[in-house]
């Protein structure tokens, strides 16, 4: 069997000291294959947002192990691992995060114009026909619904070919209808581009659509 993709083991993340600690991730090992579609799901509070920012190398555990690909996460130094998020990891969020002065083009490319590389036009064509995208690119977040807004986040998740997507809450800020959609986008975009996705969600009909779903509560992951 091959070497999962994500191998995260015995991650704890606590937060203050003293009676005032919080146990925010307990003793957390997860192993994730790659192409699969994981759903990790929790009430507000669970731990689920920060075991995923740890996952995505946004935030450091207490103690425990992260390997992604082949690549220990936490060994490596801030400019590596700021490095390692641009190349390694896309990221989609409940609230889009594109930026207002920037079309939607440009808010796609973001993740190349940091990392100093060049556009592959036919592979950003690509994403943009498979989203849905291709008479957008020359608007700005305002002048799209929210919808557009998430797909053109997708877009910029995938812009750099990552091997993990993680998703928090993707379809949080949308209506049922554009939920579906986005859902659905999702799940295509990582089977078409060969990538992993985790998402997480206090939904359980989104997180019946994954391959796996696995439960979060006061920090403990049950499968």
């Known amino acids: 069997m091959s070497e999962p993709i994500v191998n995260a083991?015995?991650?704890v993340k606590v937060y203050g000291t003293g009676e005032a600690?919080?146990?925010?991730?307990?003793?957390v090992s997860l192993t994730v294959e790659?192409?699969?579609?994981l759903a990790v799901v929790g009430q507000s509070g669970?731990?689920?947002?920060?075991?995923?920012?740890?996952?995505?190398?946004m935030d450091n555990p207490t103690s425990g192990s992260l390997t992604v690909d082949g690549i220990d996460v936490f060994a490596m130094k801030e400019a590596q691992l700021a490095e390692y998020r641009r190349r390694n990891v896309?990221?989609?969020?409940?609230?889009f995060n594109l930026l207002p002065v920037m079309t939607a083009k440009e808010n796609i490319l973001v993740p190349l114009s940091l990392d100093g590389k060049k556009e592959d036009e036919e592979y950003m064509e690509d994403i943009v026909s498979t989203l849905g995208l291709t008479d957008r690119m020359s608007h700005y977040p305002h002048q799209l619904s929210?919808?557009?807004?998430?797909?053109?986040a997708i877009a910029r998740a995938l812009i750099a070919r990552p091997s993990v997507i993680l998703a928090d809450e993707p379809t949080g800020n949308l209506d049922s209808e554009s939920g579906k959609e986005i859902l659905s986008?999702?799940?295509n975009s990582i089977k078409k581009y060969d990538q992993t996705l985790i998402l997480i969600t206090h939904d359980n009909s989104i997180a019946s659509s994954a391959d796996?779903?696995?439960?979060?509560r006061d920090g403990k992951l049950f499968d």
């Open 34 to 37: 790659k192409g699969e579609f």
């Open 146 to 152: 929210g919808g557009q807004q998430q797909r053109v």
């Open 46 to 57: 669970s731990g689920k947002s920060t075991l995923l920012h740890i996952l995505g190398a």
């Open 212 to 216: 796996r779903i696995v439960t979060i």
């Open 185 to 187: 986008l999702l799940k």
């Open 21 to 27: 600690a919080v146990r925010a991730l307990d003793d």
């Open 90 to 95: 896309g990221f989609v969020f409940q609230f």
């Open 9 to 11: 083991q015995n991650l």
